[in-house]
């Protein structure tokens, strides 16, 4: 189920351990305030803006038989 004030725009499958040729990523909550996730190869250590207690995931990078390719947007917070 989807939260309030979210959609599901897709899904995919990814693996919770490490698999050869496969990068780790992590996905980060905010605590600021705002709804907002961070997608990425490295942790943000920024105190009182990131959880620390973070989701890791690992997924290809490169074109693998099988499988399909996702792309993430993002917005910069820019105060409007």
Known sequence: PVNAHWRCLFAFFAFDSCVPNANQYTIQQSVDGYDRLRVGMTASIRPGE???????????DV????????SVQYRVRDGT
Request: net charge neutral; glycine share 6%; hydrophobic share 35%.
């Open 50 to 60: 990131w959880d620390p207690n973070d989701l890791k995931f690992y997924a290809y």
């Open 63 to 70: 074109p693998v038989p099988g499988t399909a390719k996702f």
